[in-house]
T-cell receptor, first 108, second 115 residues
Framework: AQRVTQPEKLLSVFKGAPVELKCNYSYSGSPELFWYVQYSRQRLQLLLRHISRESIKGFTADLNKGETSFHLKKPFAQEEDSAMYYCALRPGTYKYIFGTGTRLKVLA | NAGVMQNPRHLVRRRGQEARLRCSPMKGHSHVYWYRQLPEEGLKFMVYLQKENIIDESGMPKERFSAEFPKEGPSILRIQQVVRGDSAAYFC?????????????FGPGTRLTVL
């Protein structure tokens, strides 16, 4: 079955601390993985996709096929990073399969 | 480019009424996708449409739900005889080409509450 698991509903960190948002997926083929972010009262927007291998707003994510993970990381959290983060799998078609999301709270 | 527009943003209906949700894709986008987010769950794919065509409705409930994307005007997601379990956030996304090669851009969502 194709599935995305984000085990943490809420993650609280202090400003300046490292952040890791966990994402594990279940898919037998070659996955295409994404992180979407939703800031308060804003729409869902693409943060990054694994094929781009880029860093956006200081966030990176590496696809680990052995562990079937695509964790989102940032070395130093900022208050403006507080948002809802969704990991998504696109298994070779147009459909996204989303995780349940993790709310990140960065405390001053 | 104003982005994907959805209206209304909030919709309240009583059980048995009809709900109509509208989605205007980004300019130049001819592919529309609807997702539903039930409380405490992730977004789930419902239907994929191109102009005047339903390409994939495998995520749509078999009854009471329908979607269209006419030649002119927005895409409409229609829920007949709503029940409390239909309360959710409904998101629309659009892409210029089929979304497996391009990013889908999401609208702000419509939050449906069924009393």
């Amino acid at each position: 079955a194709q599935r995305v698991t984000q085990p943490e509903k809420l993650l609280s960190v202090f400003k300046g601390a490292p952040v890791e948002l966990k994402c594990n997926y279940s898919y037998s083929g070659s996955p295409e993985l994404f992180w979407y972010v939703q800031y308060s009262r804003q729409r869902l927007q693409l943060l990054l996709r694994h094929i781009s291998r880029e860093s956006i707003k200081g966030f990176t994510a590496d696809l680990n096929k052995g562990e079937t993970s695509f964790h989102l990381k940032k070395p130093f959290a900022q208050e403006e990073d507080s948002a809802m983060y969704y990991c998504a799998l696109r298994p070779g078609t147009y459909k996204y399969i989303f995780g349940t999301g993790t709310r990140l709270k960065v405390l001053a | 480019n104003a982005g994907v527009m959805q209206n209304p943003r909030h919709l309240v209906r009583r059980r048995g009424q009809e709900a109509r949700l509208r989605c205007s894709p980004m300019k130049g986008h001819s592919h529309v996708y609807w997702y539903r987010q039930l409380p405490e769950e992730g977004l789930k794919f419902m239907v994929y449409l191109q102009k005047e065509n339903i390409i994939d409705e495998s995520g749509m409930p078999k009854e009471r739900f329908s979607a269209e994307f006419p030649k002119e005007g927005p895409s409409i997601l229609r829920i007949q005889q709503v029940v409390r379990g239909d309360s959710a956030a409904y998101f629309c996304a659009s892409s210029p080409v089929q979304g497996n090669t391009d990013t889908q851009y999401f609208g702000p969502g419509t939050r449906l509450t069924v009393l």
